[in-house]
């Protein structure tokens, strides 16, 4: 009997399930993986049949008249003989027409020419008639019928094919896959199939037998624990009595036992529960109701509650009902736990952090409580943390988990691991991310809430910008003083960095300091004495840890209770190398500064001091203003990489970059300019520096270099010839100064030192007119680089003229726009017929991608559209957003092309600091390697959508 029901529940439903199984594989899964690759297979040809017919139509555009529509058929028929694919390169495309006659077959050239209307396959099938009928019919389809192998005549199998029409020439144009190549990889998956269903069984049949014997075995234990019930029982009811919490056993919706905790809680006796007194029973009959609740762990139910005592007072509770089984009955054991005396300590708590918050609002400091567990969330914040974090309200900051605020994983594993475990973390240093992407140095502590019970149910938080405590940071004052400030800014005069603080006296009360400090934006206050000189000073800190943590009355505690005395001074005509050594010295984070006429002191501190880094744009263009020689603009331009790599960590887009790297190049040829006039003497007319190309555009990278040019204005009286000689010198100097500071000579010559671009006014526009008028394509390339120039130096007036001549000057030009958009479209993305990118190889290099190529390929459409259509931006971003403001551009193709530009971008420069990183010259080569799939599938999308775009440009310039 006991077999008989092993067998039932265990046997029999694993046999059954083994066997359908195996019937879902065989009836469902092989035949529909077998019409899924059919269903590809047949969109494959279908999609490479349009390819060739595509070729057809290209070329038949082409064609104007009889003779050039022959032609055109003669190089269809060459192109599409030549075009193959397959694993094997053997797959091919074959032409009839509709009489129907063999054009061309690449494996078949004897039957070209033959008629086919009588041609049958093995088995008597006329099918070449068949495919006439279908493409006159339908234009397009599928048939199916039996063919040579490949390019083995001797080797006859089944084959698909799809066909399509070209009907202005009555050509049908086909190709097809082999039917046995699909039968071939169903008979692997079938092999594999039956292999994986017998691996199966195997493990199925091990798992029955180990459920077999553990079912004996339970059977064996059950036994024992029976016979272990009785002590059991009597062991437990004496456990439930001694328990701290209340317990309530019902079965079948009847009470059957209360443990004296809770008839002590509810004021009853032992002897009324024993009686059921009706005023007991309706105290307890709610919990035999009990629905509305929370899953618990093991499918526990818990409830929050209230219960009336016998003395018809409410009290507090939280209910946990469990389910069991005994003797055949379904009943609930229900644990009572008091929690009155918790909610009167909670609110207590509350009214407490309120007063804190109210404190911290004061101080400047985020006070907050978050939840305990892995996904802890905020529960209360004051003022200042949404604020610390870039929120704009509560609201927002209380949606976000706490980990989603650390950027680095040990620290947010630290952090985490604080609030689940209940365990205090002291003045933390860490990095947290604000609502803005950007991050906040800040110190944290934590401090575990527990209730009444001694259960951790809240984790408290202090939150402190880190820069004020940075003085206390021992890793910061361990550094050497050259790798904390610059060399420039410690040999700067203290009174640059003076600030100016509020006083008050010495009576004045904390919270007043506080106010004062909020008010005027100040990090500290200074303590007059009885001589109305500063005799001290006080902190936001110093109001924190030494009032507010030894809970110190802030509104009657005076500062000179907690005021940090003597002060330490310094004269503002020393240098911040002084201050800086005070500091260290007497480990604090503000120097008072006096000053020689004895008037308001002022003071210095050591987070003005950090924040004057050497790594932002600003500093670098100030120290290129200030520097004295071309040489030593040639060293500050090596923090340029450092400086983008920066930018790029703090999630500037590429275009950013590019427009900071020329607002540094800007800076250095105007540095340069300046000094070569003082070397060449004052120019004798007007003249403009112009950028031209990406320094025009402004879209440097980190691998450029000159593109430039000079127009000057000549009066009626000047000496010509002198004076283009003064400014091919002058040209020559800059160019040469450019090129020691880190600009190398331009390969192509397009310089100011180069006669063809120093030039007067005249003499440019008669160029431009002969550019327009007469246009080499060989001198395209100089051209569009031109047209992208942009003054740097010099009248800007003259800039504006020549760009309004431009603009007059191109209307109704479509010969030179015909040649312009000829060279742009012949700036091809590196893509093949079958969409994958094509790489170029070398001796140095066995793949890589010339990043740069497909950029001039974007420019350059931009370019001409913007000069088409008298668009004065130069920047591409700028031309894209102004064709689109103009419905040049429909919404989804500068939307494309925006994200586009910016990948590439981004692309180009994360290469260029690898290749720093590396020790290399940074360029336009990206090794294949080193892009990701995610890279490949961009490029291909870019490069397709680039490809289209020049597709349409042909069009519409008529370009064959």
């Known amino acids: 009997m006991k077999h008989t029901g092993f067998f039932n529940r265990i046997l029999l439903p694993s046999l059954i399930a083994i066997l359908l199984f195996l019937a879902a594989i065989y009836i469902y899964v ?37 003779l050039q529509v022959l032609l055109a058929q003669e ?22 027409d509709t009489t129907p006659t063999m054009i061309m077959h690449p494996y078949r050239p004897a039957m070209e020419g033959m008629i086919l209307s009588d041609y049958e396959d093995q088995e008597g099938k006329k099918f070449f008639v068949e495919i006439a009928t279908l493409a006159k019919k339908a234009g397009n389809g599928y048939i199916d019928y039996k063919w040579q192998w490949k390019d083995d005549s001797l080797i006859v199998v089944p084959k698909l094919s799809y066909v399509k029409l070209y009907e202005p020439w009555g050509w049908i144009v086909g190709t097809g896959i082999y039917v046995q190549d699909v039968q071939r ?6 092999r594999q199939v039956v292999w ?15 459920l077999a014997r553990r079912n004996f075995l339970a059977e064996q234990l059950r036994q024992k624990a029976q016979a272990k019930q009785k002590d059991t029982t009597e062991k437990y009811k004496k456990l439930v009595e001694a328990s701290t919490d209340g317990v309530l056993m019902a079965i079948n919706g009847e009470i059957i036992y209360c443990n004296p905790y809770l008839l002590n809680l509810l004021g009853f006796t032992q002897e009324e529960a024993d009686e059921q007194d009706e005023q007991f029973l309706n105290s307890l009959n709610c919990l035999l109701n009990l629905k509305s609740s929370a899953r618990g762990e093991g499918g526990e139910i818990v409830k929050e509650h209230k219960i009336r005592k016998k003395n018809k007072l409410m009290v507090d509770v939280i209910i946990t009902r469990s389910e069991f089984e005994m003797a055949g009955k379904n009943g609930y054991i229900y644990t009572i736990k008091d929690v009155s005396r918790h909610r009167d300590v909670e609110r207590e708590m509350d009214l407490n952090m309120d007063k804190f918050k109210s404190i911290a609002d004061i101080m400047q400091i985020g006070v907050f409580r978050c939840t305990i567990g892995r996904r802890s969330r905020f529960v209360e914040v004051n003022k200042k943390t949404p604020e610390m974090l870039g929120y704009t309200s509560e609201v927002d900051i209380k949606n976000l988990l706490v980990q989603e605020l650390f950027v680095d994983r040990p620290e947010k594993k630290e952090v985490i691991r604080a609030i689940s475990e209940g365990t205090f973390l002291r003045e933390k240093l860490l990095r947290i991310k604000r609502a803005d992407g950007s991050i906040l140095p800040a110190i944290v502590s934590l401090f575990p809430v527990k209730d009444v019970h001694d259960k951790v149910v809240y984790c408290d938080g202090i939150l402190i910008d880190a820069y004020e405590h940075l003085s206390r940071d021992a890793g910061f004052k361990q550094k050497p003083v050259e790798q904390q400030l610059s060399a420039n800014v410690l040999l700067q005069p203290v009174k640059d960095f003076i600030k100016t603080p509020p006083l008050c006296e010495m009576s004045t009360s904390l919270e007043v300091a506080a106010r004062l400090m909020t008010m005027r934006n100040s990090d500290i206050v200074l303590i007059k004495g009885d001589n109305q000189e500063a005799v001290g000073l006080i902190t936001h800190s110093d109001i924190s840890r030494r009032a507010v943590a030894k809970n110190l009355d802030i509104t009657a505690t005076p500062v000179s209770q907690i005021m940090s005395a003597p002060i330490i001074c310094v004269s503002d005509q020393e240098m911040v190398m002084d201050a800086f050594a005070l500091m260290m010295q007497h480990k604090v984070s503000y120097v008072v500064i006096k000053t020689t006429d004895k008037s308001c002191p002022g003071y210095i501190s050591l987070l003005a001091l950090s924040e004057l880094k050497t790594d932002t744009p600003e500093y670098l263009i100030n120290s290129i203003q200030k520097s004295g020689s071309v040489q030593e603009i040639a060293v500050l331009m090596q923090q340029l990489p450092l400086l983008v790599a920066r930018l790029a960590e703090t999630g500037a887009g590429a275009a ?29 007319v007007p003249f403009v520096f112009l950028a031209l190309g990406s320094e025009g555009r402004r879209e440097q990278s980190l691998a450029t270099d000159q593109d430039n040019a000079i127009v000057y204005l000549p009066q009626d009286n000047n000496d010509l010839p002198s004076v283009k000689k003064y400014f091919l010198q002058l040209g020559e100097k800059i ?13 192509g010559n397009v310089m100011a030192m180069n006669p063809q671009w120093c030039q007067s006014l005249s003499a440019v526009k008669k160029q431009i007119s002969q550019w327009i008028d007469t246009p080499n394509p060989k001198e395209l390339l100089h051209v569009g680089m031109f047209f992208d120039f942009r003054p740097v130096y010099g009248d800007f007036e003259i800039a504006n003229i020549l760009q309004r001549y431009c603009i007059s000057e191109f209307r109704d030009k479509n ?15 590196p893509l093949n017929v079958m969409g994958q990118i094509t790489f170029e190889s070398d001796e140095t290099q066995p793949e890589y991608l010339d990043i740069k190529k497909p950029l001039m390929a974007l420019t350059g459409i931009m370019r001409l559209w913007a000069l088409k259509y008298g668009i004065s931006e130069r920047n591409t971003m700028e031309r894209l957003s102004a064709l689109r403001a103009a419905d040049i551009l429909p919404q989804s193709t500068a939307e494309e092309f925006n994200q586009a530009l910016r990948y590439l971008m981004l692309l180009r420069i994360r290469n260029q600091l690898h290749s720093l990183d590396a020790g290399n010259t940074p360029g336009n080569i990206i090794p294949a390697q080193n892009l990701s799939e995610l890279d490949r599938t961009m490029l291909k999308k870019i490069f397709s959508a680039i490809a289209a775009h020049q597709s349409r440009m042909a069009t519409e310039f008529r370009i064959v």
């Open 735 to 747: 160019c040469t100064h450019l090129d020691v500071a880190g600009y190398p000579f331009c390969a």
């Open 185 to 190: 990889e169903i008979t692997t998956i079938t």
């Open 30 to 66: 092989i035949p529909g993986y077998r019409e899924s690759l059919m269903d590809k297979k047949r969109e494959t040809i279908r999609e490479l049949t349009n390819t060739a017919w595509s070729v057809m139509h290209r070329l038949d555009e082409t064609a104007s008249d009889s």
């Open 656 to 684: 950013t970059s590019g427009k900071v790297i020329s607002r540094v190049s800007d800076t250095i040829t105007e540095k340069i300019i300046q000094q070569a006039i003082k070397e060449a003497g004052e120019p004798p």
């Open 815 to 829: 010969k030179f726009f015909y040649n312009l958009a000829q060279n742009t479209i012949a700036l091809k993305p």
């Open 75 to 96: 190089e269809a028929r060459k192109i599409i003989r030549g075009m193959r694919y397959g694993d094997q390169n053997k797959d091919y495309f074959w032409i009839t």
């Open 196 to 210: 994986i269903s017998f691996f199966i069984t195997i493990i199925i049949a091990t798992i029955i037998g180990y």
